[in-house]
T-cell receptor
Framework: AQSVTQLDSHVSVSEGTPVLLRCNYS??????LFWYVQHPNKGLQLLLK??????LVKGINGFEAEFKKSETSFHLTKPSAHMSDAAEYFC????????????FGTGTRLKVLA | ETGVTQTPRHLVMGMTNKKSLKCEQH?????MYWYKQSAKKPLELMFV???????ENNSVPSRFSPECPNSSHLFLHLHTLQPEDSALYLC????????????FGPGTRLTVL
């Protein structure tokens, strides 16, 4: 069965310090993996996507994620947090079994302290 | 947002009202989706349309009735809702149903009194 686990429901960092949001997945197939960000009262915005090309994926706003098959992980990182990064982040695994199906994590709320 | 738009952004309705949510995508996509986002729960896929045909209905109560008149527009008609239906309703689209990247609208915040 396919699933995705976001290991932290809340993460707090100080502005200018690194961000690490953790995601583990389980998939019987070769997955596509995504990170989306949701700012308050907004929809989901695609940050980045992994589809079996380079294992290190660069996204928008300085975020990147590394696909590690041996660890079944797809953690999201950013070298230096900005106040505007405060939002909820969703890890998504997309599996193909006749059609693509999105499986969402429960989200990680990132708080950035001044 | 110009990719996927949703109206209204906020809606308050009583349990006996009938209202509709509208989604429009300007990306030339052929597949559209309705999701429900409730507090402290993962996003729930409600309906999937591909080329205006409903291809997936995830056990959604009949008080939610989707409509897809063309590949650019998707509606969610609401009637006799319950307070537990209060949530953020998100619309998304993708190039094809078999294409994996979905693009989301800003959502409609629905409150049922």
């Amino acid at each position: 069965a396919q699933s995705v686990t976001q290991l932290d429901s809340h993460v707090s960092v100080s502005e200018g310090t690194p961000v690490l949001l953790r995601c583990n997945y389980s998939s019987s197939y070769s997955p596509s993996l995504f990170w989306y960000v949701q700012h308050p009262n907004k929809g989901l915005q695609l940050l980045l996507k992994y589809t079996s090309a380079a294992t290190l994926v660069k996204g928008i706003n300085g975020f990147e994620a590394e696909f590690k098959k041996s660890e079944t992980s797809f953690h999201l990182t950013k070298p230096s947090a900005h106040m505007s990064d405060a939002a909820e982040y969703f890890c998504v695994v997309s599996v193909f079994s006749g059609t693509y199906k999105y499986i969402f994590g429960t989200g990680t709320r990132l708080k950035v302290l001044a | 947002e110009t990719g996927v738009t949703q109206t209204p952004r906020h809606l308050v309705m009583g349990m006996t009202n009938k209202k509709s949510l509208k989604c429009e995508q300007h990306l030339g996509h052929n597949a559209m989706y309705w999701y429900k986002q409730s507090a402290k729960k993962p996003l729930e896929l409600m309906f999937v349309y591909s080329l205006e045909e409903r291809v997936e209905n995830n056990s959604v109560p009949s008080r939610f009735s989707p409509e897809c008149p063309n590949s650019s527009h998707l509606f969610l008609h609401l009637h006799t809702l319950q307070p537990e239906d209060s949530a953020l309703y998100l619309c998304a689209s993708s190039q094809e149903r078999r294409t994996d990247t979905q693009y989301f609208g800003p959502g409609t915040r629905l409150t049922v009194l």
